[in-house]
């Protein structure tokens, strides 16, 4: 690649860079996110940076989500991003196999002033939930439960994706490791393998995108 003037482009920001940190930092929660966050901690139900939360409220708002679905409610901080973004009468499904995260999550919710009928909380396990969950019918799917289970739920949210829709998927890189040829074990591999179920996927325009945990998010041909 060369510039304007023919000479090549200066390098571009690695992973850590200031522009990372700078991009890390621009992003101000409001008092329910602060809120939420101390309840992740309480509970050690790690959370999205508020970047990505920035992000995910950015893609919502950015194809009229109406129907989102998430799997790894956690404390709902997540949650909360993704319904600031989402269309006032929009509805989240979110997925969690821990009851003592959904109570939690409930109570982000309610400090958020979000009205009940907004969110579906089902609280089992991905793999039982998400094959009643119908083709699709969402408008973003986001993926953060264990690193291990990508695949499956990716396959999943790409089946639910209606066509415009999104699929996010946190954590995509498995924190820079899977530019590691060295790093073959399960959670990595799983990571690898998710992110070629959608490279692979001639519907599915992807990019990944530096922050936080790393993301990878995918649109669906219309
Ligand atoms: C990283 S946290 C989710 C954080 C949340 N998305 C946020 O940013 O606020 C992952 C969640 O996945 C849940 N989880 C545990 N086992 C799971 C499984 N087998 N499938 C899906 N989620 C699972 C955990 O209970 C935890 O709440």
Redesign the pocket.
């Known amino acids: 690649m060369t510039d304007s003037e023919g000479g090549p482009h200066p390098p571009t920001a690695s992973p850590g860079s200031a522009l990372i940190d700078y991009a890390e930092s621009a992003i101000v929660e409001d008092d329910a996110l602060l809120a939420a966050r101390v309840r ?1 901690d309480e509970l050690g ?4 940076a508020p970047a990505v939360g920035a992000l995910l409220a950015l893609l919502a708002r950015t194809c009229d989500a109406h129907a989102v679905v ?10 909360l991003w993704l319904l600031n973004g989402m269309a006032a009468d929009g509805v989240l499904t979110t ?4 009851p003592e ?1 959904h109570r939690a999550a409930r109570q982000s919710f309610a400090g958020a002033d979000i009205a009940p009928g907004r969110t579906r909380l089902i609280n089992g ?2 793999r039982d939930v998400l094959p009643r969950l119908a083709d699709e019918s969402y408008d973003l799917v986001f993926v ?3 690193l291990i ?1 990508h695949p499956r739920h990716v396959t999943e949210a790409i089946r639910m994706l209606r066509p415009g829709g999104v699929v996010v998927v946190h954590n995509a890189t498995a924190d820079g490791a899977v530019a590691d040829p060295a790093r073959t074990d399960p959670p990595v591999a799983a990571a690898r393998e998710a992110a070629l179920l959608i490279a692979d996927d001639e519907r599915l325009l992807p990019v990944v995108i530096p922050l936080g945990a790393g993301v990878l998010a995918a649109t669906k041909a219309r």
């Open positions: 992740a139900a790690a959370a999205v998430e799997i790894g409610t956690g404390v709902g901080v997540s949650g997925i969690d196999p821990e995260h396990t991905p953060d439960g264990p289970d």
